[in-house]
């Protein structure tokens, strides 16, 4: 695989911001303020009306951990369907089990619904399991193609450890993609390139915050959890993707 520079987005407006700035693809979810939920196959049809860039949805029904019931993943299996007839290319799923283990039934569910010539991220469940090798390892054997991590880190420039190891296997097997994710902006590429060497995918959401143009604020009236603000919008800057794209590009030739 070449390398890579994937933007997660949960509005039209922020689709428009990374594709201008130079994305490879999108990772289409909602809610990005509680880490990303299952998007809306709407909001995946408008951004199918305007581009046809590759597009992989988050499926995460709810916040929290990634041990589901019976019922999230038939919900998930059920929205992947109506996903991928709004135009999605793949999908970006995880699941583990209570002891920190790759939930291989759950998965194998999952990747049936994603259908036939869907592309497959395992996500960040990965930086909270047991052993990211040992997962990573499961995920290559079902069949994925990328994995998402930070190195099993709150930041991917604080995993730097994980993610060699990780990049090594990739090398060695001829395994998933490892997506490098968690706090990327243009200097982390840069930085991360320059001490592993074999880096060529990167995640970044690229978000600012907005302004809102409300002019009547009635404050003390959270809408959501408590510190969430309501006067301000996180949407991706087409500048700061358009950083983080040149600096892959100079770190990482084509080839």
């Given amino acids: 695989m070449d390398r890579?520079?994937?933007v997660c987005v949960d509005?039209?407006?922020?689709?428009?911001a990374a594709?201008?700035?130079g994305a490879d693809r999108l990772e289409l979810c909602s809610a990005l303020a509680v880490g990303g939920?299952?998007?809306y196959a709407a909001l995946l049809r408008q951004i199918r009306a305007e581009s046809g860039i590759a597009v992989r949805c988050l499926m995460r029904p709810r916040p929290g951990d990634f041990l589901y019931t019976h019922e999230e993943i038939g919900l998930l299996c059920d929205q992947m369907a109506d996903l991928r007839c709004a135009g999605a290319d793949g999908f970006v799923i995880g699941a583990l089990t209570p002891e920190g283990d790759l939930d291989l039934p759950v998965m194998l569910r999952l990747i049936e619904a994603a259908g036939d010539g869907a592309g497959l991220t395992l996500h960040r469940a990965i930086d909270v399991s047991r052993d990211p090798l040992a997962i990573y390892r499961a995920a290559a054997?079902?069949?994925i193609d990328t994995v998402l991590t930070s190195g099993a880190a709150a930041r991917c420039a604080d995993g730097r450890e994980v993610?060699?190891?990780l990049l090594a296997e990739r090398d060695r097997t001829d395994g998933p993609e490892v997506l490098i994710g968690a706090g990327v902006n243009a200097e982390v590429i840069t930085d991360l390139c320059s001490t592993l060497p074999r880096a060529r995918a990167f995640h970044m959401s690229g978000k600012v915050e907005k302004e809102s143009g409300m002019r009547f604020r009635r404050e003390g009236v959270?809408?959501?959890l408590p510190g969430l603000d309501e006067w301000h919008i996180a949407q991706t800057s087409a500048s700061a993707v358009g950083?983080?794209?040149?600096?892959?590009?100079a770190a990482c030739p084509r080839g």
Avoid: N
């Fill in 19 to 21: 594709i201008a700035g």
């Fill in 141 to 143: 054997g079902l069949g």
């Fill in 222 to 224: 959270p809408m959501g």
């Fill in 4 to 6: 890579l520079l994937e």
């Fill in 37 to 39: 939920l299952t998007p």
């Fill in 243 to 249: 950083k983080a794209r040149a600096a892959l590009d």
């Fill in 11 to 16: 509005s039209l407006a922020s689709a428009r």
């Fill in 163 to 165: 993610l060699s190891v």
